[in-house]
């Protein structure tokens, strides 16, 4: 017999002063049909909660295992987006490691650069000075009655630009090109902002684009995370606090003390 298991014969046979050994009543038979209903019902609760405490437990492990490899995560956001884990989950076993002093967290803050819906339209579209040369490219010389007419708001943003950059001229009720093929430098820095965040950016064309509504400025929270006091590479759960209800259940303090027993030995 092991001596994990001869420990637990033990305590199982523990009795507190003043009490009879715990030995559970027999429980009340039940019908055939109530007693699988209930089996049934309790089969997904149980699934659900075992998955979600080993999920929990894995991520634990996960940053424990770093820490003890590494001495530190240096920003979670990029380590949760290393592992495919939503941050919010990283955050979430982060606080509970912190409660028994396992970690120590130093918050982190991140400027970044996301793509306004109208930001996106003209990343799929090109840009609406892009839209208007092309239009007007297509065509040679073309009515602004009937740019507008194809091209709606895009036409009166674009040909502002256009005519500022001396890519198109006004000929009477018409607008012809003056150059033939320019790169779309708006939606060359929206692809970036896409791809990067905005990171290393010129800081004058973010705010540049942000003045014309294609982007938006966040603030991200994370943290870098060190070892704690108590740092241990694998977590022991610590016995709850007893509470005055509890001492007044002598079954259920000593299943508390076969437990804290049992975490102490192995």
Known sequence: MSVKLEATRKFAAFSLPGSAP?????????SKPAAAAKAKAAVPAAATASTATAAAVDVEALILNTLASLNEIADTWDFAAQHQLDH???????????????VVDHP?????????????????????????????????????????????????????????????????DNVEALVSDVKDETTAQLQQVATTAGAGMNTN??????KRKLVLQNTRKSYRITKGADFREKRVRKVADLTKAMLGKRDEVRLILVYAFLNYLF
């Open 205 to 210: 064309d973010l705010n540049n684009l942000k």
């Open 22 to 30: 715990a030995v559970p009543p027999p429980a009340p038979a039940a």
């Open 108 to 172: 982190l803050s991140a400027t970044i650069w996301s793509l306004t819906d109208e930001g996106k339209d003209v990343l799929e579209k090109g840009s609406p000075e892009i839209q208007v040369l092309r239009a007007v490219s297509a065509a040679g010389s073309i009515a602004i009655n009937t740019l507008n007419a194809q091209l709606g708001e895009v036409a009166k943003i674009g040909m502002g630009v256009c005519m500022k950059n001396k890519w198109i001229a006004k000929k009477g």
């Open 88 to 102: 919010q989950e990283i955050v979430g076993a982060i606080k509970s490691l912190l409660v028994d002093f396992y």
